[in-house]
């Protein structure tokens, strides 16, 4: 029972979310520009909330090493993403990192 009233807040939660943006924005004929700036932000945050640990958490703990074969391949991939600006490549290369950094005893 405890599990649905998570669940059920959780849902409202992002309903009023959604519906604020709406009758916020809705609305108006153009996004303030220090909202825009803001908004701006938030890919990058997500992107990295939901990266970063899996590259630093090893194991039990974490692990900052060069002994953590996902975080050089993720420091490897992000150089090539920022080098190229493509994402296929950055997959590429990252995933083939990885794949040679697992086969190095």
Do not use: H, Q
């Not at 807040?9 to 009023?16: D, S």
């Not at 900052?64 to 590429?92: F, H, P, Q, Y």
């Amino acid at each position: 029972m405890r599990l649905w009233l998570v669940v059920l807040a959780a849902a409202v939660g992002t309903y009023l979310l959604r519906v604020s943006f709406v009758t916020l924005f809705g609305r108006a004929d153009e996004v303030p520009a220090r909202v825009k700036r803001v908004l701006a932000f938030v890919p990058p945050a997500v992107l990295a909330a939901l990266v970063l640990p899996e590259l630093v958490l090893y194991g039990d703990g974490l692990s900052v090493s060069l002994g953590n074969d996902r975080l050089v391949a993720g420091v490897i991939a992000a150089g090539v993403a920022w080098k190229t600006e493509d994402m296929l490549a950055t997959v590429v290369v990252g995933m083939a990192a990885l794949y040679a950094l697992s086969l190095v005893p």
